[in-house]
């Protein structure tokens, strides 16, 4: 079903996928060592040691958690900025030890940047720095191990997830960062406008407030892309989004960023709550098993104490709100009105001794568009998806495809065109939300969320 | 190398990659046939013919540009709502016409959503509506064949921008949106700040500009995430970033948008403009081919006329800025002091019948980042790649190294983390950025910019 038209010869291009590199990266290296050939390397001198006769080298390039061990002989000629640190040139020839380690027989070293420590450099070598140390230095952090190997996986992860989607034909939609709508964020919102005067000048219309000179209405950031998602889902079918989110919280907590990313899922004819739980099950634990064995040396480096969750291995389960409550109340554990809480969370997956979810929430705990649910109109077809460690980790939800009911849920004039989805050619729909910052830190066992991404955004902390 | 803590048992989840699902999509059915088999499939009626004995459904899920035809016995209890754009849900057996056409002859027939066109609904069986009417339609527009097909491209391009860099070892790097940086957007940028007065109050320290509140430092929206890719490179090596980025110019013209996707790649080591040219020769040759085999179906349906560009097998050429201007001369075009314009750029094109980079640029057109030519102290080692319609299609440079140079050249301290980069461990790197949007336009032969993505935001535009 190809149109010629359209389709250009593939034999010469298509197999041009690799750019050819002058050099190695350490990772092949490793992976398929050339024992007696000439190798060409570049990276930075994580650790040095001096002996008699030669000089031992472990350099990292970044491409993986391990080093190479480079063997410089002490007659060779070699620069004095050779320190922890520098980065360097190596060409030499692989060989391996009495031991069996791998080995590069250095014969020529270039050190390419000098790093000296009393310079002001602020990492020591072999030194375990802590992270709130660590994040005082933005523009650095990359180059230490524990963040190398954390902004490893976050590619991995990124990576699986676009896989993953793609594979099971969802389209990836990029929903907008800038949006008009206004009452999904229940007020914890950044809003947006042009720094520059002569801008503003130009644009003013009469009447107008400052706010919506630019756009013609006040336009904030984006507190979650779903709305945007639901309405491709009715022309496409299955999507998903994974971008950056943001939330104007005063929160400094271990789990909270002003800017996190968040993936977002949205599958069409997707009429029963079992059908969403099956999906997010799957998802999940094929996004811990897969990354656990494509960066297992990077999990190890983070922690060695990283061990498989047990959940990985379990059916999960599933309670309604009420026997959750129930149980709650027989270990003398109260649900406000408020809803479940994070201790109470963490005592009902203990209790179920494996991931839960929760279903059939009270409408009044959630969001407008959440399906009535056909059991009981006091409630909604939602879910929290409960883990160890953690608690919540997923949300989820039927969405509401009655036209009239949906109607008068509607919390504002401005998402009429949210409503009219429903009135032409409408489908039943459901999906999820869950934040990549937290997924990673289960992962990798990272107690902080701000040492999940290369640059963390908090109340009075935006650098660089 | 595995570390055996860390692993867990592949065999039984490694392969759960694909999602069950109990209908097909039309996709699927389209490329490997079961004809004779029992058939589900679920869409939207896209048209609609009835004859004496049967009705004929064309049927179109989002899957792929195709449709499916349904053949309908009239026979068939049907309800009165399956019209143009009803959404569907229909079984039956797969054939093939005396034409060789896919058919599936409908045994049962549900519709899922009714879609009365007099009732408000936009798009009108067999018109092609023109795209500024469809575009105030935004949150129903992806039911017009043409914007789905543009919005699966999209997705294609985007998939195989990050196979393509993954396989070469580039890191995905998540540069923030959020920035303090003030320098490089030229005035051009969005502010933000928190919406809620509560947490403004509550956060407000004394002497503090309003602005300055949430984050302790007036914050921005992103116009390019290349100066933290640098900080990552001198860490990790090789990376890129596909992301939103943003501009505050008052501009409506086919060309602009005020939020847009950017590549932007920076390489490791990277110490001749010639491996730069190089890279992005291959890379652009790579995305142009694949995308156009992938999904020739949907280059068809957007224009029928999108024939593979000349460009594809040439070899691009090299001009300096010198030169350039000497050949413009030549023609009776003198190049100003603010350089080479549009039309200039597009009469070079022209001249040299390929994509050809321009190098060697004087210092004072370009940004304070690129490295001084070694042949030219008054020359920046910089490049522009203009190509057919567009012109300028990508921008990069070698970048400043000098520590010294560098220095005397920063715009701001708020930058002098970059400046920090080139002490400890430096190495030579260059990069490039070039706009998806724009590359869209050229691959799908889409005129105007709003219609390459799902939600457009520009100058008094923000909907939804």
Same mark, same amino acid.
């Given at each position: ?249 005063? =929160?400094?907590?271990?789990?909270? #960023?002003?800017?996190?990313?968040? /993936?977002?899922? !949205? $599958? ?5 709550? @079992? ?101 009981? =109109?006091?409630?909604?077809?939602? #879910?929290?998806?409960?883990?160890? /460690?953690?608690? !919540? $980790? ?5 969405? @509401? ?64």
């Amino acid at each position: 079903m190809l149109f010629k038209k359209v389709c250009v010869n593939l034999s010469s291009y298509f197999k041009i996928g690799l750019v050819p590199k002058k050099y190695s990266i350490i990772a092949s290296v490793l992976d398929k060592p050339k024992i007696g050939e000439l190798t060409e390397v570049k990276g930075w001198v994580k650790s040095l040691r001096i002996q008699k006769e030669f000089i031992f080298a472990d350099v990292n390039d970044g491409s993986c958690a391990q080093k190479l061990q480079i063997i410089i002989p002490k007659n060779l000629d070699i620069d004095d900025t050779l320190t922890y640190g520098s980065s360097v040139h190596i060409t030499g020839k692989l060989s391996k030890s009495p031991r069996g380690q791998l080995e590069l027989l250095a014969e020529n070293v270039t050190v390419l940047g000098k790093c000296v420590v009393l310079d002001g450099y602020p990492f020591n070598p072999r030194t375990i720095h802590p992270p709130e140390y660590i994040r005082q230095y933005l523009h650095l952090r990359s180059r230490t191990n524990y963040m190398a190997a954390v902004l490893r996986v976050r590619h991995a992860v990124t990576k699986h997830i676009h896989d993953y989607f793609s594979k099971n034909n969802f389209l990836n939609i990029h929903t907008p960062i800038l949006t008009s709508n206004d009452c999904e964020g229940a007020g914890e919102v950044f809003k947006v406008q042009p720094e520059n005067e002569e801008t503003m000048k130009a644009m003013m219309q009469e009447g107008r407030n400052r706010d919506s000179v630019y756009f013609g209405a006040k336009t904030f950031l984006t507190v979650s892309g779903q709305l945007h998602l639901e309405a491709i889902c009715r022309g496409m079918g299955d999507v998903y989004t994974l971008g950056p989110t943001f939330r104007a919280e005063n =929160s400094r907590s271990r789990l909270h #960023l002003s800017e996190f990313y968040m /993936l977002e899922a !949205e $599958i069409a004819f997707c009429d029963s709550i @079992e059908k969403l739980q099956s999906f997010i099950e799957h998802f999940l634990k094929y996004l811990f098993v897969v990354t656990r064995n494509t960066n297992d040396a990077d999990l190890y480096l983070i922690d060695k104490n990283n061990k498989a969750p047990s959940w990985l291995n379990k059916q999960f389960l599933t309670l309604t709100y009420d026997e959750a409550r129930n149980i709650l109340a027989a270990k003398g554990l109260d649900v406000s009105d408020e809803g479940i809480n994070k201790e109470q969370e963490l005592t009902l997956v203990d209790y179920c001794q494996a991931p839960v979810f929760i279903v059939q929430w009270p409408k009044n705990l959630k969001s407008f568009y959440m399906k009535e649910s056909p059991l009981d =109109s006091t409630k909604v077809d939602a #879910l929290d998806l409960l883990a160890p /460690l953690t608690g !919540e $980790i997923v949300g989820g939800s039927l969405r @509401e495809d009655d036209y009239t009911k949906l109607e008068k849920k509607l919390p504002s004039d401005a998402l009429k065109w949210y409503l009219e989805l429903r009135k032409f050619g409408n489908i039943p729909t459901g999906g999820f939300g869950l934040g990549l910052e937290r997924i990673l830190q289960v992962l990798c066992n990272v107690p902080n969320i701000k040492d999940t991404l290369p640059f963390p955004r908090w109340p009075h902390n935006c650098d660089m």
